[in-house]
């Protein structure tokens, strides 16, 4: 059983420009969220996918998006990016009819994010 | 939107003493989920609770979910130095945002 992989491990953007975070989902999950995780803070929700549509979102802005490929994979794009998004970003992938619901979520290890 | 609030937020210990970990929260959960996180690392899954009064042991782990759904509490008898980590309660939003929310987190040091 293969977890779930996320890519790159560490990124270092400044600011204004545009980011892109991989992650493959454990195999059978068919749902993945996405979180970020400041220092010494418990993960936030961005947000969900299931079904490559959106599914559910945090108190993100529009600047954050993502994408779920037919693969279940996805990605986490973010744009004009500041300061203040430096931060651990968390896939968690689980397997769901499309609510968050009690499904356990498995995550990767996270892309380590640092804006200068 | 639903919170969650742990405490304590730090706690520093001599191995072989217990501690008890706080899960707080003033609305409802249908599950809460217990997770660990290392330093490096993403958070690992310890336990899911689901019932109201529900208790689960993990080895010197002991889960236990409020009666009334809203609290949870983690038990470590004996700590050891690999106990050491991040503890985090989660469970998801039940007010039809589909989002799922973390605890504020509690970091544990167990001394050798």
């Known amino acids: 059983e293969t977890g779930v992989t996320q890519s790159p491990t560490h990124l270092i953007k400044t600011r204004g420009q545009q980011v892109t975070l991989r992650c493959s989902s454990q195999?059978?999950?068919?749902?993945v969220s996405w979180y970020q995780q400041a220092l010494g803070q418990g993960p936030q929700f961005i947000f969900q996918?299931?079904?490559?549509?959106?599914?559910g979102r945090g108190n993100f802005p529009p600047r954050f998006s993502g994408l779920q490929f037919p693969n279940y994979s996805s990605e986490l794009n973010v744009n004009a990016l500041e300061l203040d998004d430096s931060a651990l970003y968390l896939c968690?992938?689980?397997f769901g009819t499309g609510d968050s619901g009690n499904q356990p979520q498995h995550f990767g290890d996270g892309t380590r994010l640092s804006i200068l | 939107t639903q919170l969650l609030e742990q405490s304590p937020q730090f706690l520093s210990i001599q191995e072989g003493e217990n501690l008890t970990v706080y899960c707080n929260s003033s609305?409802?959960?249908?599950?809460l989920q217990w997770y660990r996180q290392e330093p490096g690392e993403g958070p690992v899954l310890l336990v899911t609770?689901?019932?109201?009064?529900e208790v689960k042991k993990l080895k010197r782990l002991t889960f236990q979910f409020g009666d009334a759904r809203k609290d949870s509490s983690l038990h470590i008898t004996a700590a050891q130095p690999g106990d050491t980590g991040l503890y985090l309660c989660?469970?998801?939003?039940?007010?039809?945002?589909?989002?799922?929310?973390f605890g504020t987190g509690t970091r544990l040091k167990v001394l050798a």
């Open positions: 989660a469970g998801p939003d039940t007010s039809g945002t589909y989002k799922y929310i």
């Open positions: 195999s059978g999950h068919n749902t």
């Open positions: 968690a992938s689980s």
């Open positions: 609305s409802v959960f249908s599950s």
């Open positions: 609770v689901v019932t109201g009064g």
């Open positions: 996918y299931y079904r490559e549509e959106e599914n």
